[in-house]
């Protein structure tokens, strides 16, 4: 039943898979540059804000699931998540970089005289290598942290699209509800002008015209209160789609379609899977991973490098005793070195604080996995009693208080009602329509809830038909 959105706008929805580093920064690469493609480019801090009313948004037609996509690559929140997730994205191969190599010069104060000249500059470079699993571990680690951010940018995305749903249907109920008002203004303003037109041709009850004077009164203070209501869920719908102040946000008059979850099965392995539970678990694994590297910090590291010794040519006393060719012959001289652990504790404490972090996050992926399921039953709750009281006003209560009210406008018309029987009988009917505007209302939005609980858009084969 939810709302249809275009697939390439639900950024909600990307799947990160594999296990190794390479692969799954690859996927994360191709994942950003997808969303980056569908977010729009945050404006300048210091443009001018335009507060002027726009009559219409590029993209807005009035239906959920063009605001929908327009909050995706408009709301300023889910570009900062995204941006987190591209920072997060940068580190696996900052945490596989190896040291930077290490470049020293020598100069001799006093030479150095040697057989075959004197020493008088020293170049080195020395580069060292870290045991290979505590890089490697650390970027696949940064690696799934990464994923992490991914999935809570994810759940950012469905918690927009229940935010945007939540202002819409808001939005939706007050205008609609304004409609329903007005007819009742209508309906009285008719009934009085009825009812003075009795009293000076019939002597009607002068205290009939007061009370229906005092309902008209009380309808416009309504009205003139939704008006209000009107202008800050207006403000509140602009504001979670992203777009500029004073944009027009029309609605669509058609109600959402009332209809049930068909496989509640595949929405409880939908909710487990939630981003918000893979982000912790995506957490973690990069905790076991980040464990392996602090135990390779006990291990040691190795070292290359290469010495340059510059020699001069040697003084005339000793140049006839050495060969022309091994005149000022430079020396190079190649080193290796191997750095020991010394601080054991100092590692096993790094590794301690991986595997509690570790259990940590895996706590906390039990806890959200155990919440997704009982906000699953609440929502699935919420979907069944909306459909089903929506249904009754459609089919049941709304007709029989109209038909109770056309009734008692016959009666009345041919003397047999009175005029308190007749206001009792449209108010009635009043009432139920606004109740059946409120049933649609918070039927869409336990729609909302429902698809932000289970993690994606429901299709015809989970749930109803979207809109």
Known sequence: MGPRVPRSSIVALAVVLGGCADPLERSTATALAEVDAELRPLDEPEAPLEFTTRTSVEGIDGSLPHYLAYAYAHRPALRASFERWRAAAQRPRQARRLPEPQITFTAFVRPVETRVGPQRLKLGAMQWFPWPSKLGAAGRAAAHEAQAEQRHFEADALAVAAEVSTAYWTLWEIRRTRAVDQDELTILRSLTEQVRVQ?????????????????????????????????????????????????????????????????????????????????????????????????????????????????????????????????????????????????????????????????????????????????????????????????????????????????????????????????????????????????????????????????????????????
């Open 199 to 467: 009293l000076e041709v019939s002597g009607a009850d002068l205290a009939d015209v007061a009370r229906l004077e005092l309902m008209s009164t009380r309808a416009e203070d309504r009205l003139a209160g939704l008006d209000e209501r009107e202008r800050m869920a207006a403000a509140e719908l602009v504001r979670v789609i992203g777009a500029p102040p004073g944009t027009a946000v029309p609605t669509d008059a058609r109600e959402p379609a009332v209809e049930l979850p068909r496989d509640e099965a595949v929405l409880h392995l939908a909710a487990i899977e939630h981003p918000r539970v893979q982000a912790w678990a995506s957490l973690s694994e990069a905790a076991q991973l980040r464990e392996r590297s602090a135990r390779a910090e006990r291990l040691p590291s190795f070292g290359v490098g290469v010495d340059w010794i510059i020699t001069g040519q040697p003084a005339d006393a000793n140049a006839g005793h050495v060969a022309p060719a091994e005149r000022g012959k430079d020396a190079v001289m190649v080193t290796a070195g191997v750095k020991v652990p010394l601080w054991g504790r100092a590692y096993g404490a790094a590794a301690s604080e991986a595997r509690a972090n570790d259990a940590a996050h895996r706590a906390r992926a039990l806890e959200a996995r155990n919440m997704a399921l009982a906000e699953l039953e609440r929502s699935l709750a919420r979907v069944r009693d909306g459909a089903r009281r929506t249904a009754l006003l459609e089919s049941t209560l709304v007709p029989q208080a109209e038909a109770a009210f056309e009734s008692v406008t016959l009666s009345y018309a041919s003397g047999r009602s009175s005029i308190g029987e007749l206001m009792m009988s449209e108010r009635d009917l009043l009432e139920l329509q606004r109740e059946r505007v409120a049933a649609y209302a918070a039927l869409g939005i336990a729609w909302a809830e429902l698809e932000r609980v289970v993690g994606r858009p429901l299709t015809t084969s989970e749930g109803g038909e979207g809109q």
